[in-house]
């Protein structure tokens, strides 16, 4: 079993392009991250029926939002809100080790660490046994602190449906009440 702490960056960031998927505490539950949407999906057992969330940092340049959403957005990111856009989840994570490691690999796919149809895990030696049978395929990252309020999950809006999909600490209502108005 692998394990790291956040400032092994080099050595994480070789592991990941070379197919591997990384434990990490995040700003919301602890996750499981990978450049490759098929290892998360194996390590989890979980069904491609349901989707991942894409971390990335550069939400402004990347294309995907419209300025009138960038605007709104700005005041939420890097935060504890999924947004999603052509049917696709986006988040920008409040944690400097998964920005850093964006930095160097520019999205990541993401899920919360549990296998299919459990409840995420709570700790890190929690996530060790959790996926213990798929140590070959993972590798952990021990955190220095701990995220405040981290065993929340992120609100999640669907700028497709204008539809807040699942309520958070942020509140999705007022942020599409904000685009709506931008749009106007």
Known sequence: MEKYNESELDAIEF????????????????????????????????????????????????????????????????????????????RVPN????????????????????LSGRKPVKSFEEAQTEFKKVKDKVIFVKSHIRHTDADKPSTIINLDKNKVIRKGQIDGEQI????SKLEN
């Open 15 to 90: 592991h990941l392009r070379n197919n591997k998927s990384v434990i990490v505490d995040t700003d919301t539950v602890y996750g499981i991250v990978s450049l490759s949407s098929n290892l998360i999906y194996s390590a989890k057992k979980r069904p491609h029926s349901k989707k991942l969330v894409v971390f990335i940092k550069d939400f402004i340049n990347s294309g995907i939002f419209e300025p009138n959403e960038i605007k709104v957005l700005k005041k939420y990111w890097p935060g504890k809100l999924t947004v999603i856009k052509n049917k696709v989840g986006y």
């Open 95 to 114: 944690s400097k080790f998964l920005l850093d490691l964006l930095d160097r690999v520019i999205f990541l796919y993401s899920s919360s660490a549990n």
């Open 176 to 179: 599409l009440i904000e685009i």
